[in-house]
């Protein structure tokens, strides 16, 4: 529907949003980080705080398995899969090697059970059986992984398999991975996952002898950082320490990406660096959250007179501390909308402007969709006005 400039509603909250890329953006020179690559950002606006040799295409070891967690969270959110669903495990699945299940060919486990493995014990066998289930070959998921890769703007990035295992034109770079990792953390169901510290599952087959799996997280800032609540670690010989690190304090959810780190202590504390940055010198300003309702507006010609309109996903700024009362808002809306129209359907934008110059912007959608009134209907309604 085309917007109508015939009321543009403007919200002056007598904020001036001060950043841009270039003034958020920390040079190495500023400090460093003991890594090959690493990159910090906000996880709600995707801007980047900090980055050193972010576009070096790396392997990535288990942080891959960020982009099959992806997948599979896509494929449950469009009704393809669900957490019940059972997973029979093949024998191409079974021989992974490495972190794992354990798991043995035949035996059965729900999407709930190999998540919960890939989030806490970097199952490669669950990686595999995940991907055999959801598109039928490893190959296919992997695949669809390189396709979701070049949706999100991953150039860096080529996958080769959905867990990591050293495989010959398997990389990534820190930018890309936090791409991903931002993508991933959209999903509210995940961060039941990402946030387990220590759990336990039973694993073999029914007939035999079954072992009840210790599993603890292989991201220890899930236990000694205070707000940590995911992603995902790695390791490879060639790819080293790395990891990919969330946490939230206020509002504020920074995304911290760490390759090829010496050893694992480098890796957790150089991390844990970034993010005491990030928290330190930034805050999070929500303008708008998802679904949030914005203005209720006047319908013409509908069965319904009025409808909620909201925006279509969260809207935040990135501010540098102490500069939180400094954000311009506008709503645009028109004065009404004619039916007939369906629900998500663009009415309206809130814009977050910096001085005259637009640092960001969010639809604003209808709530439910209204159709066309017909005659009875309008009938119905002029009579009920005359007798008011």
């Given at each position: 529907?085309?917007?109508k400039s ?5 919200f002056?909250i007598c904020f001036?949003?001060?950043f841009s890329?270039?003034?958020?953006l920390?040079?190495?020179q ?9 990159i910090?950002?906000d ?9 050193k040799?972010?576009h ?7 942080v891959t398995?960020?982009m099959?967690?992806?997948?599979t969270?896509?494929?449950i959110d469009k009704?393809?899969i ?7 495990i093949?024998d191409?699945?079974?021989s ?13 486990k729900t999407?709930?059970?190999l998540?919960k493995?890939?989030?806490v014990?970097?199952?490669?066998d ?9 598109s039928?070959t ?10 979701k ?5 991953m150039k860096?990035?080529?996958?080769m398999?959905?867990?990591?295992l ?7 770079s820190?930018?890309d ?12 169901k995940?961060?039941d ?7 336990t599952m039973?694993v073999g087959?029914k ?12 991201n ?13 670690t790695?390791?490879t010989s060639e790819?080293?320490?790395?990891l990919?690190a969330s946490?939230?304090k206020?509002?504020?959810t920074?995304?911290a ?5 010496a050893?694992?202590?480098i ?9 005491n940055?990030?928290f330190?010198a930034?805050?999070?300003v ?5 679904n ?12 319904e007179?009025?409808v909620?309109?909201?925006a279509?996903?969260?809207?935040s700024?990135l ?8 954000v311009?808002k506008?709503?645009?809306?028109p ?6 129209f ?6 309206g934008?809130?814009i977050?402007k910096k001085e005259d110059?637009?640092?960001?912007r969010?639809?604003?959608v ?7 009134a017909?005659?009875l209907?309008?009938?119905?309604k002029l009579?009920k006005e005359?007798v008011?």
């Amino acid at each position: 529907m085309k917007l109508k400039s015939s009321k543009i509603i403007v919200f002056s909250i007598c904020f001036i949003l001060i950043f841009s890329n270039c003034c958020l953006l920390v040079s190495a020179q500023d400090f460093d980080v003991n890594v090959r690559a690493a990159i910090l950002i906000d996880a709600a606006s995707g801007r980047i705080i900090y980055e050193k040799n972010s576009h070096d295409k790396l392997p990535p070891a288990s942080v891959t398995k960020v982009m099959t967690m992806l997948l599979t969270m896509e494929a449950i959110d469009k009704g393809a899969i669900s957490l019940e669903d059972k997973v029979l495990i093949s024998d191409r699945a079974s021989s992974m090697g490495g972190s794992q299940l354990y798991l043995e060919p035949g035996e059965e486990k729900t999407i709930d059970q190999l998540l919960k493995g890939i989030a806490v014990a970097s199952a490669n066998d669950a990686c595999v059986a995940l991907g055999e289930h959801i598109s039928g070959t490893e190959e296919m998921f992997v695949k669809k992984m390189n396709e979701k890769a070049k949706k999100l703007g991953m150039k860096d990035t080529q996958f080769m398999n959905t867990n990591g295992l050293p495989q010959e034109g398997h990389y990534t770079s820190a930018y890309d991975i936090s791409l991903m990792s931002q993508e991933l953390l959209k999903y509210p169901k995940i961060h039941d996952y990402l946030s387990i510290w220590m759990s336990t599952m039973k694993v073999g087959l029914k007939n035999k002898t079954q072992t009840n799996l210790q599993l603890t997280n292989t991201n220890k800032l899930i236990r000694n950082y205070p707000g940590a609540n995911g992603i995902k670690t790695g390791y490879t010989s060639e790819a080293k320490y790395c990891l990919s690190a969330s946490a939230t304090k206020n509002d504020l959810t920074l995304i911290a990406v760490i390759l090829g780190g010496a050893t694992s202590d480098i890796r957790f504390n150089e991390a844990k660096k970034l993010l005491n940055y990030g928290f330190a010198a930034y805050s999070s300003v929500q303008i708008a959250k998802k679904n949030q309702i914005i203005d209720e507006m006047m319908v013409e010609k509908g069965k319904e007179t009025k409808v909620n309109v909201v925006a279509k996903e969260n809207l935040s700024a990135l501010v540098k501390k102490g500069e939180e009362n400094k954000v311009q808002k506008e709503i645009i809306l028109p004065q009404s909308i004619k039916a007939p129209f369906e629900a998500n359907e663009k009415i309206g934008e809130i814009i977050l402007k910096k001085e005259d110059q637009e640092i960001g912007r969010v639809d604003i959608v209808t709530e439910r969709g209204v159709k066309r009134a017909n005659f009875l209907n309008m009938f119905t309604k002029l009579m009920k006005e005359v007798v008011q």
